[in-house]
């Protein structure tokens, strides 16, 4: 008994030594498990249900044993991990915006899915439907143009600091990761995607995602130099694929299909013209394999839209079902998407157009013609999503 009580006074006093010295954000998990421990006698450990939300300050590494639903934001502050292991489904709660996994600046996630087994991020409402939560957030430190130096922004969701100088940052893996039914939006300004690289670098591994059923865009680069390989965006509402802020990356594989609602398969800025062009540059990624399906020529729609500057180098493309193929919005002043045309900056080699009607729009302000855009007209094959896209994806 003696010994019981000297234990429970040492306990006790470690705890109040540890929380007078810990000035950090708490840890906040809801967790409303219920566990069956065979009342100590050795037997087995019953699975659980963890309820997670808050700002984390310690690695996080999710026990495939058990089931978890995310019910309100959870943001991986700098210097943690958060780890998902393969075949797992994270549920979340259908309750909108608020609702989301964030990647701070300087934290990782370690998603190693599979074909066989991906990681899933869905809704656990029983008729899940496009909004129903946020999204995945990735934040890092490399370069956008919204701001100079190592200066940073803020995102739309959260408003957690992105951008910086280091091309190379790292934050993490994602391999065979599916994003359902996200996209909550806030306000008419801020809307959650399924998936956003803000400021992400190249040290980020990024291979065979898809975003299904999302209320805005499928994946959005906030600037940042991440290479995305293997990419799929199903019945995206807004944009499928969209890149602002300087985006440098390289997207390799990328298939859009759209479903009743939808916007562009892709829209491209080159710069945030709700706030600068600090940095003086324009987004220019390099884009090859794509293909982008849409619901066809009699719908309306464009495909890819190109403006604000943007630049980009296109290869090996299939656009089919479209009125516009690409359209190309820029001026002689600020938004100079046109210049980019005749300096062989934004171009598109190998392409093929199947019941489009026009394959380029030209609202730049600036005079080329088709062929000083496009080249190989008639020789693109696009992605050959049959192949990658088995078993992992939906449709």
């Given at each position: 008994?003696?010994?019981?009580?000297?234990?429970?006074?040492?306990?006790?006093t470690l705890?109040f030594?540890?929380?007078?010295s810990?000035?950090?954000?708490?840890?906040?998990?809801?967790?409303?498990?219920?566990?069956?421990?065979?009342?100590?006698?050795?037997?087995?450990t019953?699975?659980?249900?963890?309820?997670?939300?808050?700002?984390?300050?310690?690695?996080?590494?999710?026990?495939?044993?058990?089931?978890?639903?995310?019910?309100g934001?959870?943001?991986m502050a700098?210097?943690?991990?958060?780890e998902?292991?393969?075949?797992m489904?994270i549920?979340?709660l259908?309750?909108?915006?608020?609702?989301y996994?964030?990647?701070?600046?300087?934290?990782?996630?370690?998603?190693?899915g599979?074909?066989?087994?991906p990681?899933?991020?869905?809704?656990?409402?029983?008729?899940p439907?496009?909004?129903?939560?946020?999204?995945?957030?990735?934040?890092?430190?490399?370069?956008?143009?919204?701001?100079t130096?190592?200066?940073?922004?803020?995102?739309?969701?959260?408003?957690?600091?992105?951008?910086?100088?280091?091309?190379?940052?790292?934050?993490?893996?994602l391999?065979?990761?599916?994003?359902?039914?996200?996209?909550?939006?806030?306000?008419?300004q801020?809307e959650?995607?399924?998936?956003?690289?803000y400021?992400v670098?190249?040290?980020?591994?990024?291979?065979?995602?898809?975003?299904?059923e999302?209320?805005?865009?499928?994946?959005e680069?906030?600037?940042g130099?991440?290479?995305?390989?293997?990419v799929?965006?199903v019945?995206?509402q807004?944009?499928s694929i969209?890149?602002?802020?300087?985006?440098?990356?390289?997207?390799?594989?990328?298939?859009?299909?759209?479903?009743?609602?939808?916007?562009?398969?892709?829209?491209?800025?080159?710069?945030?013209?709700?706030?600068?062009?600090?940095a003086?540059?324009?987004?220019?990624?390099?884009?090859n394999?794509?293909?982008?399906?849409?619901?066809?020529?009699?719908?309306?729609n464009?495909?890819?839209?190109?403006?604000?500057?943007?630049?980009?180098?296109?290869?090996?493309?299939?656009?089919?079902?479209?009125?516009?193929?690409?359209?190309?919005?820029?001026?002689?002043?600020?938004?100079?998407?046109g210049?980019?045309?005749?300096?062989g900056?934004?171009n598109?080699?190998?392409?093929?157009?199947m019941?489009?009607?026009?394959k380029?729009?030209?609202?730049?302000?600036?005079?080329?013609?088709?062929a000083?855009?496009?080249?190989?007209?008639?020789?693109?094959t696009?992605?050959?999503?049959?192949?990658?896209?088995?078993?992992?994806?939906?449709?």
């Amino acid at each position: 008994m003696k010994n019981n009580l000297i234990l429970g006074l040492a306990v006790i006093t470690l705890l109040f030594s540890s929380c007078a010295s810990d000035d950090t954000s708490d840890i906040i998990i809801n967790d409303n498990s219920v566990t069956n421990n065979n009342n100590g006698g050795g037997g087995t450990t019953d699975p659980e249900t963890i309820f997670l939300s808050g700002t984390y300050t310690q690695d996080l590494t999710l026990d495939p044993n058990n089931t978890y639903v995310l019910n309100g934001s959870l943001i991986m502050a700098a210097g943690t991990t958060l780890e998902i292991p393969a075949c797992m489904t994270i549920e979340a709660l259908a309750s909108g915006a608020d609702v989301y996994i964030a990647i701070s600046q300087g934290a990782k996630i370690i998603a190693n899915g599979t074909a066989d087994c991906p990681i899933v991020l869905t809704s656990n409402a029983s008729n899940p439907a496009a909004g129903d939560w946020g999204g995945l957030i990735l934040l890092g430190r490399a370069p956008i143009n919204s701001v100079t130096g190592s200066a940073t922004s803020t995102s739309e969701i959260a408003g957690l600091p992105f951008g910086g100088t280091n091309e190379a940052d790292d934050s993490g893996i994602l391999n065979y990761v599916r994003v359902e039914y996200s996209g909550g939006a806030a306000d008419g300004q801020s809307e959650n995607n399924g998936f956003s690289f803000y400021g992400v670098g190249n040290g980020t591994v990024v291979n065979y995602i898809q975003a299904y059923e999302g209320k805005d865009d499928g994946v959005e680069f906030f600037g940042g130099t991440v290479n995305a390989n293997y990419v799929s965006v199903v019945n995206a509402q807004d944009d499928s694929i969209d890149w602002t802020e300087g985006y440098t990356g390289t997207i390799t594989n990328a298939y859009v299909k759209h479903g009743a609602s939808h916007d562009k398969g892709i829209e491209a800025d080159g710069y945030n013209t709700d706030f600068s062009n600090a940095a003086g540059y324009f987004s220019k990624p390099t884009v090859n394999n794509l293909t982008i399906i849409g619901n066809g020529s009699a719908t309306g729609n464009e495909a890819i839209r190109l403006r604000a500057g943007t630049q980009g180098i296109f290869n090996n493309v299939w656009i089919e079902g479209f009125e516009e193929g690409f359209d190309l919005d820029g001026d002689a002043g600020d938004n100079p998407t046109g210049a980019g045309v005749l300096s062989g900056d934004l171009n598109v080699t190998d392409v093929t157009f199947m019941d489009v009607i026009l394959k380029m729009k030209n609202d730049t302000g600036e005079t080329f013609t088709e062929a000083d855009f496009i080249s190989g007209d008639g020789n693109g094959t696009g992605t050959d999503y049959a192949t990658w896209g088995a078993n992992w994806t939906v449709e």
